[in-house]
């Protein structure tokens, strides 16, 4: 049995360099916004899309998505701390708004490579 697709796009704003996920064709600053792609052929026309968007975000790319009993959470360490960021304390950037979503990145663990990541290094 294969696992489950389930990935995520993010990028960076070009602007103010904050992380972002892409919702229904918009860009949002929280990640249990974010548009959840479960089939390849989705995921791949909105990274066509965002990357497009040269002017306003920065090297788009998916990230692979858990489920777990808390939540939904990225699967490498990297994407999470870039959805909860910044920690340099905890009052600090979106971890400060607190809340379920929160809850859930904060409590999955695992330090697994993102493959979008890891193709966005190779420039696939």
Same mark, same amino acid.
């Given at each position: 049995? @294969?696992?489950?697709f ?8 070009l602007?103010e360099g904050?992380v972002?996920f #892409?919702?229904?064709?918009? #860009?949002v600053?929280q990640f249990?916004e974010?548009e959840?792609?479960?089939e ?5 026309a909105?990274v066509a899309l965002a990357?497009a968007q040269? $002017?306003?975000v920065v090297d788009a ?6 489920r ?7 699967? @490498?360490?990297?994407e *999470?701390l870039?959805?909860?960021?910044p920690t340099?304390?905890l009052g ?6 607190g809340?379920?979503? +929160?809850a ?5 663990s695992?330090?697994? $490579? @993102?493959t979008? *990541?890891?193709d966005? +290094?190779? $420039?696939k």
């Amino acid at each position: 049995m @294969s696992a489950e697709f389930l990935k995520a796009l993010t990028a960076n704003r070009l602007s103010e360099g904050d992380v972002v996920f #892409w919702a229904g064709g918009q #860009w949002v600053e929280q990640f249990a916004e974010a548009e959840l792609f479960t089939e390849e052929a989705p995921a791949e026309a909105a990274v066509a899309l965002a990357k497009a968007q040269n $002017r306003v975000v920065v090297d788009a790319y998916l990230i692979d998505v858990t489920r777990s009993d808390q939540g939904l959470a990225p699967v @490498s360490y990297r994407e *999470r701390l870039r959805a909860l960021g910044p920690t340099n304390e905890l009052g600090h950037g979106k971890q400060a708004l607190g809340g379920a979503a +929160i809850a859930a990145l904060q409590a999955a663990s695992g330090a697994a $490579r @993102s493959t979008g *990541r890891l193709d966005l +290094i190779r $420039r696939k």
